[in-house]
């Protein structure tokens, strides 16, 4: 089973920017879809992005909409968020997902059908 470690995580001014990685451990990563979810204490994970198996497909939440970028390269079996234009309100812990075969419609935000989940890597936003 494929293994995550997030990193890229950290402490950031309102309007800036970060970008996460998400290095998978084995060849196969292919084979798995992928998401960020994010979870702020006292608050339920939520979904922030998908990436389909080819990369073809992304789905995001309304909340990050045309400031977060998903990409992966299957090459180096890694996905990132791309992370811009960020606000205190994105100050959460962000957690890399993965599920083999696809997710359809707005089942990806659905935390339960991930199957493997890394550690988390805070992102403090705030001046």
């Known amino acids: 089973q494929v293994q995550l470690v997030e990193s890229g995580g950290g402490s950031v001014q309102p309007g800036g920017s970060l970008r996460l990685s998400c290095p998978a451990s084995?060849?196969?990563?292919?084979?798995?879809?992928m998401a960020w979810f994010r979870q702020a204490p006292g608050n339920e994970r939520e979904g922030v992005a998908y990436?389909?198996?080819?990369?073809?497909?992304?789905f995001y939440a309304d909340s990050v909409k045309g400031r977060f970028t998903i990409s992966r390269d299957n090459a180096k079996n890694t996905v990132y968020l791309q992370m811009n234009s960020l606000k205190p309100e994105d100050t959460a812990m962000y957690y890399c997902?993965?599920?083999?075969?696809?997710?359809?419609?707005?089942?990806?935000?659905?935390?339960?059908?991930?199957?493997?989940w890394g550690q988390g890597t805070q992102v403090t936003v705030s001046s």
């Open positions: 997902a993965a599920r083999r075969g696809y997710l359809y419609g707005p089942s990806w935000r659905t935390a339960s059908l991930y199957h493997v």
């Open positions: 084995e060849s196969t990563y292919s084979t798995y879809s």
């Open positions: 990436i389909a198996i080819g990369g073809g497909i992304t």
